[in-house]
């Protein structure tokens, strides 16, 4: 085991000037005036204000400045520390936090690209919901602690109820659609949502999804995901647009069910329906359901990538993002409604009371009714099925 | 300027072929070019970006031909004038998003139509935006080119000899439109032949107007090039480097094809004129542009309206006309965002547009003393930039700065802005300094005045107009620039237009609405005051004032 620990430090070499993550005290001291540049999606504008908070949090107790960087697409990131490896730019590269997940996540692990493992040694880990959430392991790669947990996200379906009764599985939907033609699409893949869409599809076809959990061979892709495309072939004609077009994003959906568009859509947050709402940007009949079998549930991360000059800065953003408070806030369906992280046991009553005072909004499912959660697939299918989809959709005639 | 150019094309060209040292990859190879013709979407792709860019050009050349030859000297002329001018400062991607909101199944049109008009109480479940032919962003970029192929014809004019010849013509028996045709067009059309190529190449290189009105299923090529530019897996990487290379050369075949086609015109057209036909369409070509040309600037400031309307809206369902209630939420919500980007953008605008001004002047005041004049080959050095699509070297550029060690931070972008600042900023100050009387120099110079003071205190003065129209097309020129900034600036660098364009993919119309509104206040407000500043300062000199 020892020569183990130091072989991982050997290889970790260009992490050695930096310091120590297991040493708190020194972290918070070297952290005081870094710059951290936080690469993270910024199509939402509750996400965006939620960061800018979070800016402004870790500023005054820690003095780090927090820069949101907003991305189209996680994967300019991951380029972007990509190339700085070639072009060898080691040191102060020019993302310090990436909010990552899934086959990135998998990408920038398999090519030593992430600084760590640093995750369970912040002192907010106490709190995470270890045995209960999925937030060692994204999308059945391990994290090994090159990542931290900060938001858990779950497969709900908005839908207006002023238009139509909630659905229990992917054939009743099919099935709906087709009654009721123009009123139900997802995000186009690659987007990460329209990619959990086809996931959550075949997730709820497969008499048994445990085939799911390995990676996918050239021997049973085709086999396993047939019932995919047989129920897309039927499923697109009755899309909107008749699937000639998609959203580009799950949040892009928020405005056509607004107008009346759609009455049917995907969402991967089970209180952002509440909170669009709440910023009149969906009608008040709007209410979200899950599928009989359950839906498909997955931790949101941050990364800190090998090269960042402000790796102690960007450990105490983690850290905070971890606090009770921060998940309070990114709890509260007035602000993100993102589920929480963290174990309600592990927390001091006073925490648990803040969590418990949330209302968490007309359109949101309790815990218990999100029902149960079916475990993400290996990355490699949603590459192959992603590339598949846009072959057979993307380039429609 | 030439030198990021090459140093872009450069830097697209090695993995293109499958040479790219830092990944372990040594060429040459045709690998990604294999790839590139296996992508199943490539022939769409490719048909897109052909025709997006010959119909926008086609489309916006004949309305500004057909309303000059039809209706200048008008009254309507001056007027439409006056409403187009101050549109071409309006960012592509501003009034993509107006047009957007406006003509979208649940736009502004179909809300105020529904449902007494339409009996629509939900919207039409119709491909108006993202259609597979890109019709929707071919309209979006014709009315953006439309004010800018308009004003360089209005600035070619004045070396046409235009209002002899139509005397000439109209004894002759020549309708208004005809007579223009045959005896002005082929002169103007010699002198706006850069820009409409410019046109070309834009049209069918642009990004962040695909992204907002264009298909995805596939996209053009110009957008899957950025996709792949930024895909986690490095075989997109050099994907998207051939892919840049095709785009170069398909703009360079549609450039030949169009060269051609003047060639045909020049052809069949002096047969048309040494056939005398006394054309009697001439009231329909007239009125045909002047609607179009209406509706196009009817289409900007309607497309800006509706964004002003979402920006201030609380919730709007369809089909009401107006939201439920207005609030400032939005604003005072975006309030410290909008601050900083509108910082960055200004930093960057007036720095750029700073040292493009002296450049600029420093060229046009060494040909004054120098007796020196720009040949037709300067003219394409300088128009070189605009002609080269985007697309093909700024992925190499960034490649390049970033093996150099400069990439990131404000300085590269500033860099990549000013390749595409200083040539228009060149191009509109130029005509104006070299139309100076020059005797007020010798006058000035027999008064025992050096040829710095003569610049400094007669010249620039008397040319305050014109110097404060190039800063202002500078400014709006940078203010404009999305992919330059997002790729140069490594995401380090938010300006008002990639935030906006980042925001399009969210789909909250009201943070659109702000963003795209404060861009283009950002890029109109120095044109009000290019235009409000000499009356100012000319308010005691006289016969100044419409100089």
Not at chain 2, 162 to 175: F, I, S
Not at chain 2, 186 to 208: E, F, H, K, N, T
Not at chain 2, 333 to 359: E, K, M, P, W, Y
Not at chain 2, 364 to 373: N, S, T
Request: hydrophobic fraction near 50%; include cysteine.
């Amino acid at each position: 085991m020892r020569s183990l620990a130091l072989l991982a430090a050997l290889a970790a070499t260009p992490a050695l000037a930096q310091t120590d993550p297991s040493d708190w005290d020194a972290v918070a001291a070297t952290a005081q005036g870094q710059t951290v540049y936080w690469n993270a999606w910024g199509g939402s504008t509750t996400t965006n204000d939620f960061i800018a908070w979070v800016g402004e949090r870790v500023a005054e107790d820690y003095g780090v400045t927090l820069e949101h960087v907003k991305l189209t697409d996680t994967a300019d990131a991951v380029t972007r520390v990509l190339s700085e490896k070639q072009a060898g730019t080691d040191t102060d590269g020019a993302i310090d936090l990436i909010w990552i997940n899934g086959a990135n996540f998998a990408a920038m692990k398999d090519a030593d690209l992430l600084f760590g493992p640093y995750a369970e040694q912040l002192p907010n880990w106490q709190y995470v919901d270890v045995d209960g959430k999925t937030v060692q392991t994204d999308f059945t790669v391990p994290t090994d602690g090159y990542e931290s947990p900060w938001a858990m996200a779950q497969v709900v379906f908005d839908y207006d109820s002023a238009d139509m009764e909630p659905l229990g599985s992917m054939q009743d939907i099919l099935a709906w659609s087709q009654a009721n033609p123009g009123r139900f699409t997802y995000p186009q893949p690659p987007d990460f949502l329209g990619a959990t869409f086809l996931k959550q599809v075949l997730v709820d076809l497969l008499d048994d999804a445990s085939v799911l959990s390995e990676p996918a061979t050239d021997d049973n892709y085709e086999q396993v995901t047939a019932p995919l495309w047989d129920y897309l072939d039927a499923l697109t004609p009755t899309l909107w647009r008749e699937g000639r077009a998609y959203p580009p994003t799950g949040t892009a959906m928020f405005p056509l069910i607004a107008d009346g568009e759609l009455d049917l859509s995907i969402s991967f947050s089970p209180g952002a329906a509440s909170a669009a709402i709440a910023n009149n940007e969906l009608p008040d009949t709007v209410r979200t359901f899950v599928l009989d079998k359950g839906t498909i549930g997955n931790a949101s991360f941050v990364a800190i990538p090998y090269n960042s000059g402000s790796t102690e800065g960007a450990m105490v953003v983690a850290n905070f993002l971890m606090s009770p408070e921060a998940q309070v806030r990114a709890q509260n369906p007035d602000v993100l409604g993102y589920g929480t992280v963290l174990d309600m046991e592990a927390l001091s009553d006073e925490q648990r009371a803040a969590f418990d005072a949330l209302d968490l909004g007309i359109a949101t499912l309790s815990p218990a009714a999100l029902g149960a959660v079916q475990a993400e697939p290996h990355p490699s299918w949603m590459t192959r099925i992603a590339d598949d989809w846009a072959q057979r959709y993307g380039v429609a005639q | 300027m030439l030198g990021p150019l090459l140093a872009g094309i450069y830097g697209t060209i090695l993995p293109a072929f499958g040479h790219l040292p830092a990944a372990g990859l040594t060429g040459p190879s045709l690998d990604a070019f294999r790839a590139l013709f296996d992508w199943p979407g490539l022939p769409h792709a490719v048909t897109l970006s052909l025709t997006t860019g010959l119909t926008t050009t086609f489309i916006a050349l004949f309305i500004v031909v057909g309303l000059v030859a039809g209706w200048s000297g008008t009254r309507s002329f001056r007027a439409l004038e006056r409403a187009l001018s101050p549109l071409l400062s309006v960012p592509h991607a501003a009034a993509a998003f107006g047009l957007a909101f406006l003509i979208a199944p649940s736009g502004w049109i179909a809300r105020a139509g529904s449902p007494w008009l339409t009996g629509w109480d939900r919207p039409p479940d119709v491909l108006i935006l993202q259609d597979h032919w890109g019709l929707t962003m071919t309209a979006g970029l014709i009315i953006k080119e439309i004010p800018f192929l308009l004003l360089m014809t209005l600035a070619a004019l004045g070396q046409a000899d235009v209002v002899r010849a139509r005397t000439v013509a109209a004894a002759l028996g020549y309708g208004r439109v005809t007579g223009w045709l045959k005896c002005v067009f082929p002169r103007v059309y010699s002198q706006i032949r850069l820009p409409v190529y410019v046109v070309l190449a834009y049209g069918m290189s642009v990004v962040d107007v695909a992204v907002i009105l264009g298909p995805n299923t596939p996209p053009p090529l110009s957008v899957q090039i950025v996709r792949w530019m930024s895909a986690p897996d490095f075989n997109a990487r050099l994907l998207a480097n051939a892919a840049a290379i095709l785009q170069l050369a398909l703009v360079i075949g549609a450039l030949l094809v169009w060269r051609l086609g003047e060639g045909l015109v020049a052809m069949l057209g002096r047969r048309w004129i040494m056939a005398g036909t006394r054309s009697t369409c001439d009231p329909v070509i007239a009125a045909a542009s002047v609607t179009l040309a209406a509706t196009s600037a009817l289409a900007i400031g309607g497309g800006l309206a509706v964004l002003a309307v979402w920006s201030f809206a609380g919730f709007w369902g369809f089909p009401d006309a107006l939201p439920d209630a207005f609030s400032l939420q939005n604003w005072s919500r975006h309030a410290s965002g909008l601050g900083d980007a509108l910082g960055q953008t200004v930093l960057i605008a007036a720095c750029v547009t700073l040292v493009s001004l002296a450049l600029a002047i420093g060229c046009l005041e060494a040909e004054h003393r120098h007796g020196l004049r720009l040949t037709q080959r300067g003219m394409w050095l300088l128009y070189l930039p605009l002609i080269v699509p985007q697309t093909a070297f700024l992925p190499g550029l960034q490649t390049f700065l970033l093996n150099a060690g400069l990439d990131t931070g404000i300085a590269p972008v500033m860099l990549a802005h000013l390749v595409f600042v200083l040539p228009y900023v060149f191009l509109s100050l130029a005509d104006p300094f070299r139309a100076w009387d020059r005797r007020t120099a010798t006058v000035a110079a027999a008064l025992g005045a050096s040829p710095n003071r003569v610049l400094w205190a007669v010249r620039l003065p008397m040319l305050l107009r014109p110097v404060l129209t190039a800063t202002a097309v500078g400014l709006s020129v940078s203010v404009g620039q999305y992919l330059p900034t997002l790729l140069i600036g490594g995401g380090r660098v938010s300006t008002l237009t990639t935030e906006a364009v980042a925001l399009s993919s969210g789909g909250d119309r009201r943070a659109i609405a702000t963003y795209a509104l404060m861009q283009t206040a950002a890029a109109l407000v120095p044109f009000a005051l290019a235009l409000g500043l000499p009356a100012l300062a000319y308010r005691n000199r006289k016969g100044l004032q419409h100089g």
